[in-house]
């Protein structure tokens, strides 16, 4: 008990005298793991579009890795990234091993699956004659695509936050490819899982408190956006 | 119209997140030395103090992957380490002879010490360490081993081999698979009996429960080395930066912090400087 109330106060302590150490690790945080959702989102909604709306042999078998890769463990992420991208290894030359682009890399492979399967899901569960409708109305493919794709964004928003939550929150690759380096590759996770090793519970308890309260306001805003335009 | 709004605001978002990642990749531009090591010289704190110093001196900056000695030996066989901070003799003298390294230096020692629970049921207090492994197996108490391949872990082992005993399989022997940290934790937890670092100890005195049983024995000497790695195998490997390193662990300012480190804190030091030192006047 005296320990969580230690660890409360030192999380005040260090958010409020805006200790710069932590302020840099929060802004890696989020920094790093904001790229990732978004390189997510770039690949994850066009591929899930279209495994949602096209028709060919093995598309149930794709959409099950795909489903399947919702639930990729981010170890198994870290380690063959990390494999890759060693010196010697295939994606050796690129030389991004232990630098927070690596992070990131091992973060989209981690979420894109995630929102690949949201996408699909959500452009699935649309009217089925909406989209007759859209191209009987003399749509092109293009802009039936973008219809439906806006039609649902709602759902689509929470791809958005499923995919930062997972990312946010994973500290296995991270550790990994980044390798914990003070500050370069030090994040939220990888400093709590260090600060636990060295004993210090109350700043691994602050950092963890920094961690929740960060992903609630990213989801909060989301959130926020989502149901202002919810169908009412 | 609302949809226009947050499709603006998104793409806003998104350019500024772009940008930003675009300065993170254009910061690693100076040249980077890869320092594979144990848990506890980062757990300890030494590398926090050591590492910018010599970051400043020399102008590289130091990637430290913080694993078992066991991991970071294999960091070096595979070329993917330019410098080795480790404490595990033996298999550090096999990782020469193979040819792995190209120079191996001796930079500090600390000791080990058998910690456990103070109702001590196995019995231990004041033995010396093989006798003490031994009445642990004997009255089958519980013991928490690193199981990882660390230096502490082999330590662990060349004492149980000492002892006669192996810990394999049996029941009272856990194996965590975590550093020296998280392992005193659960030895915490279990009123376990656990080898350590003293420096790890120390660090983390505070917050467990467990007393030193066993010390000062010549078996439980922590002795640290440098080793660079040899290029010839894995030309990428950054030479002059892992020498660079390698020479600063050993000069004598890094040599003076080291005595000095944990003293403020601790009232000991934890680590003591042996720079230059013939390994036989360790007793090894």
Same mark, same amino acid.
């Given at each position: ?14 958010? !409020? ?10 802004? %890696? ?8 959702? %978004?390189? +997510? ?8 579009? !279209? ?13 099950? %890795? ?17 494999? !890759?991208l060693?010196?010697?290894? #295939?994606?050796? !030359?690129?030389e /991004?091993?232990?630098? #927070? ?36 109305l ?8 973008? /219809? ?20 946010? +929150? ?7 490819v980044g ?54 | 119209?609302?949809?226009?709004? $947050? ?11 772009? $940008?930003? $990642? ?9 040249k ?22 010599? =970051? ?26 330019d ?23 001796l ?6 010490i ?9 019995g ?19 013991f ?22 192996n810990? =394999? ?5 856990q ?52 080793? =660079? ?18 020479? &600063? ?11 000095? &480190?944990?003293? =403020?804190k ?7 400087p ?11």
């Open positions: 008990m005296e320990l969580i109330f230690e660890g409360l106060q030192t999380a005040l302590k260090l958010i !409020f005298s805006l200790d710069r150490e932590v302020l840099a690790i929060t802004l %890696l945080s989020l920094k790093v793991s904001c790229s990732a959702t %978004l390189a +997510s989102l770039s690949i994850g909604i066009p591929i899930g579009v !279209f495994l949602a709306l096209s028709d060919f042999p093995g598309r149930r078998l794709v959409i099950s %890795l795909v489903n399947t890769g919702m639930g990729l463990p981010p170890v198994v992420v870290g380690l063959f990234v990390t494999i !890759f060693w010196r010697n290894g #295939p994606l050796g !030359f690129l /991004i091993l232990y630098t #927070p682009l690596a992070m990131i890399l091992a973060q989209a492979v981690i979420a894109t699956p995630i929102v690949t399967g949201i996408t699909i899901a959500s452009i699935q569960q649309l009217p089925a004659n909406l989209k007759l409708q859209v191209r009987a003399g749509a092109t493919r293009l802009q039936t695509v973008w /219809i439906l794709v806006r039609e649902s964004r709602l759902p689509l928003l929470a791809a958005v936050m499923a995919g930062f939550g997972g990312v946010i +929150s994973e500290v296995g690759a991270s550790i990994m390798g914990n380096i003070k500050g370069q590759t030090r994040v939220l996770t990888t400093a709590t899982v260090m600060e636990t090793g060295k004993g210090n519970f109350d700043v691994a308890i602050a950092l963890s408190l920094i961690l929740l309260a960060l992903a609630f306001g990213v989801n909060y805003l989301l959130t926020v956006i989502q149901q202002r335009e919810r169908p009412r | 119209m609302i949809t226009r709004q $947050i499709l603006t605001r998104i793409t806003t978002l998104a350019v500024s997140l772009t $940008i930003l $990642i675009w300065s993170t990749a254009a910061m690693a531009a100076p980077t030395v890869i320092l594979a090591t144990t848990t506890s010289t980062q757990d300890s704190g030494l590398l926090d103090v050591l590492v910018p110093l010599f =970051e400043k001196e020399s102008g590289y900056q130091v990637k430290t992957i913080s694993v078992g000695s066991g991991q970071a030996m294999k960091m070096g066989e595979k070329g993917e380490a410098v080795l901070l480790v404490h595990s003799p033996d298999a550090e003298k096999k990782f020469m002879a193979y040819g792995f390294g190209a120079v191996r230096r930079v500090m020692h600390n000791d080990f058998i910690l456990g629970p103070a109702a001590d049921p196995a231990v207090k004041g033995t010396k360490a093989a006798e003490a492994m031994k009445l642990i197996a004997q009255k089958n108490s519980l928490a081993s690193r199981g990882d391949n660390s230096g502490t872990h082999a330590k662990e082992k060349g004492l149980w081999k000492a002892a006669g005993v810990p =394999e399989g049996q029941k009272w022997y194996q965590t698979g975590l550093g020296m940290g998280q392992t005193l934790s659960v030895a915490a937890e279990k009123k376990a009996y656990v080898l350590a670092d003293r420096a790890t100890y120390l660090a983390l005195r505070k917050n467990l429960g467990l007393e030193i049983l066993a010390e000062g024995d010549g078996r439980l000497l922590n002795i640290y080395h440098v080793l =660079e790695i040899n290029p010839v195998k894995w030309p990428k490997v950054n030479v002059p930066g892992g020498k660079a390193f390698a020479d &600063f662990m050993v000069a004598k300012k890094s040599q003076d912090i080291i005595g000095r &480190f944990g003293v =403020e601790f009232g000991a030091p934890l680590f003591f042996d720079a230059g030192k013939k390994p036989e006047s360790l007793g090894l």
